[in-house]
């Protein structure tokens, strides 16, 4: 029996380890060695055994990632060192002052600079006894932070224990917990979809989950982080900061790979200048560039204020927020009939990009946000998201402000506005509102929906105003002769627009269901939607209870389909669709060799578009997908390929050459 526990304990040994190794392949390498079945395998039989020797589970256990329970507050720590912050500069000439001050200061005549890039996060301290994480505590006021072990925990680069490579048993370290913008733009997605108010930016984004009380919803966000400082080592600290960033990755924590070691101040400031046009490519936001003395000797000689290190200096970029006047809030009417508050602005410049109308989410962003039409207001253009506005500048009021009152009139089509029960959004209750039809238009032919080319915003406009398109069935009934009354259509053209809507008959049924534009219903639920009836009679005749049976769709996504089957328009519009040879069932299951396969196109391919190539894998029975993620089976790379490729080759896909592509499909 006593056998059979050390058999156990072994195993759980074993397996810790070996996960907290994949995990750092994956998380802070970048290289997974095993597919994510494999990994869920290791830890389901972890936390098997866990659950039956609750005494053998290990502190650094990847299953306490998430299983901390919610606390009522955090408990305040005291930093074992002060967290200083950095002194701040704007331009190339303080940064030469701040050189000169460094030189002077150790009576030198060259000091060797590294430099880093500013992370806009929040500062994070952690410690690590005996190589075990122990505590994750926030900055705080840089003497006492919060205590927010268990949410750190949750970011899977964190490691729960120091790498067996290093020597170090006990240290404390500092970074950047960040969310990146790709994560921060997701999350605000699902959290207006959701009735919640967005995050003005990703550093909000980041503090408010590291913040939250509950670690299983700061689990639920992306976060990731970097770190910079080695503020305490067991084993002597190494010499130069740039070794210090080398020890802390041999202990298998995150570091910027952005670092750069320089001789001469005009060589970092050449170095700066290069990241300022480039900042918006670092997939996380840098709100500037760190210069740090490198030698650990020469920064414990120049010392630090009562709130700066004197070697080190911030250089911010221009910054993403600007004050401009709210000129007035208009009103958008989007494909069901949302009305989204939109800001005009007074055009400002911030941080090289004109902008001049921002987004204000809701009805309820603009009240909870108290803004007034003529308020100075602050705006933001962050994490590549649409601009947005912060605050007002209560202060720069005038008493000339007029408050903001939503339409009782749909301003475009002057219908009815309702406002359903259990709703926030108000909407124009008119389905054949011109607003609408467009947006429901755009919708259709956009990329992920029917893919048609060439029927893009301005034409819409021209085709609903001039009533040749009354609704989406309307686009299969136009003809060349018809498109060349409208201003600025050239033969040419409508000829070319006419092959496009011609050949999108092709998309899948799946396709044709997202591009309804039914709400509730993105391109994932239409593929469960479509592979569970297989066609549109089928659908037609499900109840909610039925649909509510479908993996992945609850009672909201059921209810909303249900509801546009029911409207008599609805079914005379699929009906049109279907009488336009458009396809309303699933094809036949399992034919053609590609059958399961899901491709991913990047670059321009020379034999044949991007139209062509997803025509010709559909046939074979793949299908195309519009990123890489998990169920992606070929990349297909052409010339000037997009960061779709350097995705797929860092997440091991299989790499096809246009040429590889041909010969799949000829079946060779
Ligand atoms: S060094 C005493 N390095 O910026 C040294 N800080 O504005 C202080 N930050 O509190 C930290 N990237 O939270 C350092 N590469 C970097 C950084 C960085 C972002 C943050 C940090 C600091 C704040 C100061």
Same mark, same amino acid.
């Given at each position: 029996?006593?056998?059979?526990?050390?058999?156990?304990?072994?195993?759980?040994?074993?397996?810790?380890?070996?996960?907290?190794?994949?995990? &750092?392949?994956?998380? =802070? %390498?970048?290289?997974?060695? *095993?597919?994510?079945?494999?990994? $869920?395998? !290791?830890?389901?039989? /972890?936390?098997?055994?866990?659950?039956?020797?609750?005494?053998?589970?290990?502190?650094?256990?990847?299953?306490?990632?998430?299983?901390?329970?919610?606390?009522?507050?955090?408990?305040?720590?005291?930093?074992?060192?002060?967290?200083?912050?950095?002194?701040?500069?704007?331009?190339?000439?303080?940064?030469?002052?701040?050189?000169?001050?460094?030189? &002077?200061?150790?009576? =030198? %005549?060259?000091?060797?600079? *590294?430099?880093?890039?500013?992370? $806009?996060? !929040?500062?994070?301290? /952690?410690?690590?006894?005996?190589?075990?994480?122990?505590?994750?505590?926030?900055?705080?006021?840089?003497?006492?932070?919060?205590?927010?072990?268990?949410?750190?925990?949750?970011?899977?680069?964190?490691?729960?224990?120091?790498?067996?490579?290093?020597?170090?048993?006990?240290?404390?370290?500092?970074?950047?917990?960040?969310?990146?913008?790709?994560?921060?733009?997701?999350?605000?997605?699902?959290?207006?979809?959701?009735?919640?108010?967005?995050?003005?930016?990703?550093?909000?984004?980041?503090?408010?989950?590291?913040?939250?009380?509950?670690?299983?919803?700061?689990?639920?966000?992306?976060?990731?982080?970097?770190?910079?400082?080695?503020?305490?080592?067991?084993?002597?600290?190494?010499?130069?900061?740039?070794?210090?960033?080398?020890?802390?990755?041999?202990?298998?924590?995150?570091?910027?790979?952005?670092?750069?070691?320089?001789?001469?101040?005009?060589?970092?400031?050449?170095?700066?200048?290069?990241?300022?046009?480039?900042?918006?490519?670092?997939?996380?936001?840098?709100?500037?560039?760190?210069?740090?003395?490198?030698?650990?000797?020469?920064?414990?000689?120049?010392?630090?204020?009562?709130?700066?290190?004197?070697?080190?200096?911030?250089?911010?970029?221009?910054?993403?927020?600007?004050?401009?006047?709210?000129?007035?809030?208009?009103?958008?009417?989007?494909?069901?009939?949302?009305?989204?508050?939109?800001?005009?602005?007074?055009?400002?410049?911030?941080?090289?990009?004109?902008?001049?109308?921002?987004?204000?989410?809701?009805?309820?962003?603009?009240?909870?946000?108290?803004?007034?039409?003529?308020?100075?207001?602050?705006?933001?253009?962050?994490?590549?998201?649409?601009?947005?506005?912060?605050?007002?500048?209560?202060?720069?009021?005038?008493?000339?402000?007029?408050?903001?009152?939503?339409?009782?009139?749909?301003?475009?089509?002057?219908?009815?506005?309702?406002?359903?029960?259990?709703?926030?959004?108000?909407?124009?209750?008119?389905?054949?509102?011109?607003?609408?039809?467009?947006?429901?238009?755009?919708?259709?032919?956009?990329?992920?929906?029917?893919?048609?080319?060439?029927?893009?915003?301005?034409?819409?406009?021209?085709?609903?105003?001039?009533?040749?398109?009354?609704?989406?069935?309307?686009?299969?009934?136009?003809?060349?002769?018809?498109?060349?009354?409208?201003?600025?259509?050239?033969?040419?053209?409508?000829?070319?627009?006419?092959?496009?809507?011609?050949?999108?008959?092709?998309?899948?049924?799946?396709?044709?269901?997202?591009?309804?534009?039914?709400?509730?219903?993105?391109?994932?639920?239409?593929?469960?939607?479509?592979?569970?009836?297989?066609?549109?009679?089928?659908?037609?005749?499900?109840?909610?209870?039925?649909?509510?049976?479908?993996?992945?769709?609850?009672?909201?996504?059921?209810?909303?389909?249900?509801?546009?089957?029911?409207?008599?328009?609805?079914?005379?519009?699929?009906?049109?669709?279907?009488?336009?040879?458009?396809?309303?069932?699933?094809?036949?299951?399992?034919?053609?060799?590609?059958?399961?396969?899901?491709?991913?196109?990047?670059?321009?391919?020379?034999?044949?578009?991007?139209?062509?190539?997803?025509?010709?894998?559909?046939?074979?029975?793949?299908?195309?997908?519009?990123?890489?993620?998990?169920?992606?089976?070929?990349?297909?790379?052409?010339?000037?390929?997009?960061?779709?490729?350097?995705?797929?080759?860092?997440?091991?896909?299989?790499?096809?050459?246009?040429?590889?592509?041909?010969?799949?499909?000829?079946?060779?």
């Amino acid at each position: 029996m006593k056998d059979d526990k050390e058999a156990v304990r072994e195993r759980i040994g074993e397996l810790t380890r070996q996960i907290s190794h994949h995990d &750092r392949r994956y998380y =802070v %390498d970048d290289s997974p060695e *095993i597919s994510d079945f494999e990994y $869920d395998m !290791l830890l389901k039989e /972890l936390s098997d055994l866990e659950a039956r020797y609750p005494e053998l589970v290990l502190p650094e256990s990847p299953t306490s990632r998430v299983s901390g329970s919610p606390l009522d507050e955090f408990a305040q720590v005291e930093h074992m060192m002060h967290m200083l912050s950095l002194d701040n500069c704007y331009s190339h000439e303080e940064l030469r002052e701040f050189d000169k001050r460094v030189r &002077r200061w150790l009576a =030198v %005549d060259a000091v060797e600079y *590294i430099v880093e890039p500013k992370i $806009d996060g !929040l500062g994070i301290a /952690l410690l690590y006894k005996d190589g075990v994480l122990s505590r994750g505590a926030t900055r705080g006021d840089g003497r006492i932070g919060e205590d927010v072990t268990s949410n750190v925990k949750t970011i899977r680069s964190i490691p729960l224990r120091l790498s067996s490579s290093s020597d170090i048993d006990s240290m404390e370290i500092r970074g950047e917990v960040y969310m990146p913008k790709d994560g921060f733009k997701l999350l605000n997605r699902k959290r207006e979809e959701a009735g919640e108010q967005p995050f003005a930016n990703p550093r909000n984004a980041a503090a408010g989950s590291i913040r939250q009380l509950d670690p299983k919803i700061a689990a639920s966000r992306p976060l990731e982080a970097i770190f910079y400082t080695l503020s305490y080592s067991s084993e002597p600290t190494p010499d130069t900061q740039s070794a210090c960033l080398e020890t802390l990755r041999n202990a298998g924590l995150r570091t910027s790979p952005l670092t750069r070691v320089f001789r001469t101040i005009d060589e970092v400031i050449e170095h700066i200048s290069s990241w300022e046009s480039r900042r918006d490519d670092v997939e996380y936001e840098i709100d500037g560039m760190v210069v740090k003395v490198n030698s650990s000797e020469q920064q414990k000689r120049l010392g630090a204020t009562a709130k700066n290190p004197r070697w080190a200096i911030a250089y911010k970029f221009p910054a993403k927020q600007m004050t401009t006047i709210l000129l007035d809030i208009l009103i958008q009417v989007g494909r069901t009939g949302a009305l989204t508050p939109v800001a005009i602005l007074e055009p400002v410049d911030i941080g090289g990009v004109t902008v001049s109308r921002a987004t204000l989410h809701n009805e309820g962003e603009v009240a909870r946000k108290k803004l007034m039409i003529g308020d100075r207001v602050l705006v933001e253009r962050a994490g590549d998201v649409i601009p947005q506005v912060v605050k007002p500048i209560i202060e720069a009021r005038t008493g000339g402000e007029k408050p903001f009152r939503m339409p009782i009139l749909c301003p475009v089509c002057g219908s009815r506005i309702v406002r359903e029960a259990d709703e926030a959004v108000r909407r124009c209750d008119n389905a054949s509102c011109s607003a609408q039809v467009k947006e429901r238009l755009a919708h259709f032919c956009s990329r992920d929906a029917m893919d048609i080319d060439g029927v893009g915003p301005s034409l819409i406009d021209q085709l609903v105003d001039s009533g040749l398109v009354r609704d989406v069935a309307g686009l299969y009934v136009l003809t060349p002769e018809m498109l060349t009354t409208l201003e600025g259509v050239a033969e040419k053209s409508s000829r070319s627009i006419v092959e496009a809507i011609d050949a999108s008959r092709t998309r899948r049924f799946d396709r044709l269901l997202f591009a309804l534009g039914i709400r509730h219903v993105g391109s994932t639920t239409a593929r469960d939607i479509a592979s569970a009836f297989g066609s549109i009679e089928a659908l037609m005749s499900a109840s909610v209870e039925d649909l509510s049976k479908v993996r992945g769709i609850g009672e909201v996504v059921a209810s909303s389909v249900r509801h546009f089957l029911d409207n008599p328009t609805n079914l005379a519009l699929l009906e049109r669709l279907k009488a336009a040879h458009l396809k309303t069932a699933v094809e036949e299951p399992d034919s053609g060799p590609l059958q399961g396969r899901t491709f991913l196109f990047t670059g321009e391919l020379e034999s044949m578009s991007r139209q062509e190539a997803t025509v010709a894998v559909e046939a074979l029975g793949g299908t195309v997908g519009s990123s890489v993620t998990k169920s992606t089976d070929f990349v297909v790379v052409g010339e000037n390929p997009g960061s779709k490729a350097q995705k797929a080759r860092k997440m091991n896909k299989h790499i096809l050459s246009e040429e590889e592509f041909l010969a799949m499909l000829e079946g060779r």
